[in-house]
Nanobody
Framework: QVQLVESGGGLVQPGGSLRLACAASESISGISAMGWYRQAPGKQRELVATITSGDSTNYADSVKGRFTISRVNAKNTVYLQMNSLKPEDTAVYYC?????????WGQGTQVTVSS
């Protein structure tokens, strides 16, 4: 059972930056992939970014060039650096850990981009 705790959300103005963190309850070096999803009000949950144990990354087209996902195995933590934030980035951001045979989810952290 992997427990995930997100932090770093908040209110930011358009063009601003935030860094989200996802702390896992166990070593992430053995987790095949971790990532971030988001869900805006009235919309389906969507992929934001993923990173594999081999540090391969994948991003949604809408965040490419603005967001960067990284992992620090020694801290059992995955980060999402978000720059040039837009109002449409407003959502609850969820951390996911893909450890066979199931996925584990965090409780989510709210990101609001507004002036």
């Amino acid at each position: 059972q992997v427990q995930l705790v997100e932090s770093g959300g908040g209110l930011v103005q358009p063009g601003g930056s935030l860094r989200l963190a996802c702390a896992a309850s166990e070593s992430i070096s053995g987790i095949s992939a971790m990532g971030w999803y988001r869900q805006a009000p009235g919309k389906q949950r969507e992929l934001v970014a993923t990173i594999t144990s081999g540090d391969s990354t994948n991003y949604a087209d809408s965040v490419k060039g603005r967001f960067t996902i990284s992992r620090v195995n020694a801290k059992n933590t995955v980060y999402l650096q978000m720059n040039s934030l837009k109002p449409e980035d407003t959502a609850v951001y969820y951390c996911i850990a893909r450890k066979w045979p199931r996925d584990y989810w965090g409780q989510g952290t709210q990101v609001t981009v507004s002036s």
